[in-house]
């Protein structure tokens, strides 16, 4: 079963490439602001299929990565969602600075990609999340 991934992302550069890497690997969305992935992450959360995985930009206007972080992480909890079931997120951005890395990670990201990034990178992030289903 493929997984079903949503990319968030402000520049279209960096959302296209992410989006054509992870299809490699699941079903992909995306999304072009924080809030517009807020509304796809509750609509799929409604649907009864939600994300697997959410590849994050940091920095976009309106609503940042770390706010869609806190809302993703406060929707999850009000809904019960359990830790092995919620979403792995991967903050996706060019600051490789320790505030930013540290904000990240206590909001509740499960990895961090500075970029650019590639297959690669992204292939062995996701291998370290164990998202990847491999046939057998």
Do not use: H
């Not at 960096?14 to 890497?21: A, D, L, P, T, V």
């Not at 609503?63 to 806190?70: A, F």
């Not at 990201?109 to 992204?122: A, D, G, L, R």
């Amino acid at each position: 079963m493929f997984m079903k991934i949503l990319v968030v992302d402000d520049e279209f550069i960096s959302r296209k490439k992410m989006e054509i890497i992870m299809q490699n690997f699941g079903f992909c969305e995306s999304a072009k602001s924080g809030d517009e992935a807020v509304n796809l992450f509750i609509d799929a959360l409604d649907s009864n299929r939600p994300f697997d995985v959410i590849a994050l930009d940091l920095s976009m206007p309106d609503l940042g990565g770390l706010g869609v972080l806190e809302k993703v992480r406060e929707i999850e909890k009000c809904r019960n969602v359990i830790m092995e079931k919620s979403v792995k997120i991967i903050m996706v951005t060019s600051k490789s600075d320790k505030e930013s890395v540290l904000s990240s990670m206590n909001g509740g990201c499960n990895e961090y990609i500075i970029k650019p990034f590639n297959w690669k990178i992204i292939f062995n992030k996701l291998i370290k999340l164990k998202v990847l289903k491999f046939a057998q």
